[in-house]
């Protein structure tokens, strides 16, 4: 049974940094793409940032290009995804969704597994 656990979740103020872990189970990583998603209140899921297991290749979404790195142990089956520099605006509640599909798919439906979500809130 694949299980997905976030942590690292906050409530931080503007130019903080958070670093998200996303803890993987009955799966390899080596053969799954995981992917971070935000969801903000009425919003749809937007997808934030992707690594390959395969072969490491990563991407990001254009707006946190820059800001947050995406890293993975695969030997503890876990993706990190390090924030910095947060502003109001990634305010949302974080999952990490694992895919069987190669590279880094885009779309959500192509992700088969799904975390519970680890709420981030940036905040002055």
């Known amino acids: 049974q694949v299980q997905l656990v976030e942590s690292g979740g906050g409530l931080v103020q503007p130019g903080d940094s958070l670093r998200l872990s996303c803890v993987g189970s009955?799966?390899?990583?080596?053969?799954?793409?995981v992917a971070w998603f935000r969801q903000a209140p009425g919003k749809e899921y937007e997808g934030v940032s992707c690594?390959?297991?395969?072969?490491?290749?990563?991407n990001y979404v254009e707006g946190v290009k820059g800001r947050f790195t995406i890293s993975s142990d695969n030997g503890k089956n876990t993706v990190f995804l390090q924030m910095n520099n947060l502003n109001p605006e990634d305010t949302a509640v974080y999952y990490c969704?694992?895919?069987?599909?190669?590279?880094?798919?885009?779309?959500?439906?192509?992700?088969?597994?799904w975390g519970q979500g680890t709420q981030v809130t940036v905040s002055s």
């Open positions: 009955g799966f390899t990583l080596d053969y799954y793409a």
């Open positions: 969704a694992t895919s069987s599909m190669d590279g880094c798919p885009v779309e959500s439906y192509q992700y088969e597994f």
């Open positions: 690594i390959s297991g395969r072969d490491g290749s990563t």
